[in-house]
């Protein structure tokens, strides 16, 4: 069984900056596309970033510029680096992992959420 444990998430003033990590443990042969993912308050559930296994980056292009997505292979760890943050940035963000297990099948799952909380 494999599970995602989020870290980095709160409360911040606008313009601060927070790092989100998610590990992915359990057994897993490799790590495909990670990214994250962020649902506001009665909103849909919208992409911010991804990064594919070869280090290709997608980003929404309400963070391009302030957002890092970086991922560390050995440690099945996928990082959220977020710069210069807005209200409008203020969501919980979801971990997002496509994985490969020792069956050869692929999965992916996502992680519990951590909440991002803006102040202006």
């Known amino acids: 069984q494999v599970r995602l444990e989020e870290s980095g998430g709160g409360l911040v003033q606008a313009g601060g900056s927070l790092r989100l990590s998610c590990a992915a443990f359990g057994m897993i042969f490799s790590t495909n596309v990670m990214g994250w993912y962020r649902q506001a308050l009665g909103k849909q559930r919208e992409l911010v970033a991804t990064i594919t296994s070869g280090d290709n980056t997608n980003y929404a292009d309400s963070v391009k510029g302030r957002f890092t997505i970086s991922r560390d292979n050995a440690k099945n760890t996928v990082y959220l680096q977020m710069n210069s943050l807005k209200p409008e940035d203020t969501a919980v963000y979801y971990c997002?992992?496509?994985?490969?297990?020792?069956?050869?099948?692929?999965?992916?799952?996502w992680g519990q959420g951590t909440q991002v909380t803006v102040s202006s």
């Open positions: 997002y992992v496509e994985y490969r297990r020792y069956d050869a099948r692929e999965y992916d799952d």
